[in-house]
């Protein structure tokens, strides 16, 4: 019997558009209410999820969200929070860029207290609706001080978009980071070593005494492959890359034609959960 199903958003559960369907919005509601528990795991920071959870109730419902691909996570039975270790600009980043910034288009470092700061190659600060542009090179003792109110050493990935596309053109020590391309965005992403979605989604499971074979998973990108990995129930998006589809059990059909939901109505019966 399965109890708890993974969904990553962008590209997964969310549409083309970012949206969430409100058809699929209701049966994932309905489910909940059997007694199915909902787990987001995305990239996204808490910010950026806020709305998608409360449209799912999560809350309600005592769901969990595995967010910034397990850097936060939290358990919203009992209001659990599990924070890995943040990544620093004084230890990581400014030692990183010296490394790639003349290789790269731009290096954005996320953080739930801003959308995202910019790195960039510019010498000027930039201001923006969502996030800082920031210069690099000659002005970094500058960028320290203009930036001094953002706590910029609670930085939960990087974001790197290098020349070309190719990993070739900048170098990075995989002793320190852990490095997925994200196909969806065409950007190489950055966390802690050890930092993963299966690490959040584990540390929930354990709580309640849940069993793998218990599990369905749906995602869409490289930072799904390591649920699709643990999990023998696991489903890629049809468009996902091929690198992804491997590690799947099987494919299902996208958002909009609602893969989802239809994988859900064959595998869950909802007499059995209640």
Known sequence: ???????????????????????????????????????????????ESNKIIEMLQLK?????????????????????IKKMEFMSYRCHIKKLCKNISTLSNDIRAYSSEKDYIVFDNCFSIRFLKNYISISLGRCKDQILFKTQNYNIDNIEKISIRPLNNK????????????????????????????VNKLKGVKWILDKHLIKS??????????????????????????DSPQVVKNFAKGTICSAERHGIVKTLQELVKIKEVK
């Open 1 to 47: 019997m399965y109890k708890v199903i993974i969904l990553d958003l962008d590209g997964t559960l969310l549409g083309n558009d970012g949206i969430l369907d409100k058809h699929e919005c209701e049966y994932l509601i309905k489910l909940q209410e059997y007694g199915v528990k909902l787990i987001v795991a995305t990239g996204r920071n808490e910010r």
């Open 60 to 80: 309600k419902y005592l769901g969990a969200a595995v967010l910034a691909d397990g850097q936060f996570n939290i358990d919203y039975d009992g209001y659990d």
């Open 167 to 194: 990993k070739d053109n900048f170098y990075i020590d995989e002793n320190q980071f852990e490095v997925v391309y994200m196909h969806d965005k065409h950007r190489y992403e950055l966390k802690n070593k050890g």
């Open 213 to 238: 074979e218990n599990v369905i998973v749906f995602g869409n990108d490289e930072n799904d492959i390591c649920l699709f990995k643990y999990f023998p129930n696991s489903f890629a998006i049809e």
